[in-house]
């Protein structure tokens, strides 16, 4: 059974920082691509952020490029999401997914295949 475990949401004024994280264990994702999402309340899931776990390479929403950093650490089996100067659009429910195959710039949220229970993240104006 594979699981995504989230962790780190939480409130932040604006133009402050938070790191999230998530672990993946149930099987091994060294050929995958993992990546972040968001939901705000009566909006579509959209894309923020993926990674390659083999190769690092990244990709970022417009949104968010030069705000929010992807990364991850292979032994640990960890995805970290770190976002800084945020805004209060960046609200929303945060959520880790993992895919088959190598395209870290997959926004489509119906080609990932596995999803963590997300984790919220509030920033106030």
């Known amino acids: 059974q594979v699981q995504l475990v989230e962790s780190g949401g939480g409130l932040v004024p604006a133009g402050g920082s938070l790191r999230l994280s998530c672990v993946a264990s149930?099987?091994?994702?060294?050929?995958?691509?993992m990546g972040w999402f968001r939901q705000a309340p009566g909006k579509d899931r959209e894309f923020v952020a993926g990674?390659?776990?083999?190769?690092?390479?990244?990709y970022y929403a417009a949104s968010v490029q030069g705000r929010f950093s992807i990364s991850r650490d292979n032994a640990r089996n960890t995805v970290y999401l770190q976002m800084n100067s945020l805004k209060p659009e960046d609200t929303a429910v945060y959520f880790c997914?993992?895919?088959?195959?190598?395209?870290?710039?997959?926004?489509?949220?119906?080609?990932?295949?596995?999803w963590g229970q997300g984790t919220q993240v509030t920033v106030s104006s």
């Open positions: 149930g099987r091994t994702f060294s050929s995958d691509v």
């Open positions: 990674i390659s776990w083999n190769t690092g390479s990244r």
């Open positions: 997914a993992a895919k088959y195959g190598t395209w870290v710039g997959e926004t489509d949220r119906d080609k990932y295949n596995y």
